[in-house]
Nanobody
Framework: QVQLVESGGGLVQTGGSLRLSCAASGRTFSSYGMGWFRQAPGKEREFVAAISRSGGSTAYADSVKGRFTISRDNAKNTVYLQMSSLKPEDTAVYYC????????????????????WGQGTQVTVSS
């Protein structure tokens, strides 16, 4: 069983920055592919960013490419999402997720590959 706890959300103005963190339980964090997703009111949950087990490969949604950066620290069992140049349309609940049966270099960009999810953290960008 993997437990994920997100933090770092909040209210920020357009153009501002936030860094989200996701702390994972367990001693095998380096074997998990990790991802960030978001869900705005009335919309489906969508992919934001993903990172491979070692951190050597990443993937981003087109809507955040160049503004968001995903990273991980396997020694701290934590994955991060650095968000810059935030826009009102980035407002959503952000979730981190863990995939436990992945190849070392794989980055998963769909919800269906992830077995474990955090409770989410709210990000609100004011105009």
């Amino acid at each position: 069983q993997v437990q994920l706890v997100e933090s770092g959300g909040g209210l920020v103005q357009t153009g501002g920055s936030l860094r989200l963190s996701c702390a994972a339980s367990g001693r095998t964090f380096s074997s998990y592919g990790m991802g960030w997703f978001r869900q705005a009111p009335g919309k489906e949950r969508e992919f934001v960013a993903a990172i491979s087990r070692s951190g050597g490969s990443t993937a981003y949604a087109d809507s955040v490419k160049g503004r968001f950066t995903i990273s991980r620290d396997n020694a701290k069992n934590t994955v991060y999402l650095q968000m810059s140049s935030l826009k009102p349309e980035d407002t959503a609940v952000y979730y981190c997720a863990a995939a436990t049966l992945v190849q070392n270099s794989a980055v998963l960009t769909t919800l269906f590959g992830y077995a474990y999810w955090g409770q989410g953290t709210q990000v609100t960008v004011s105009s």
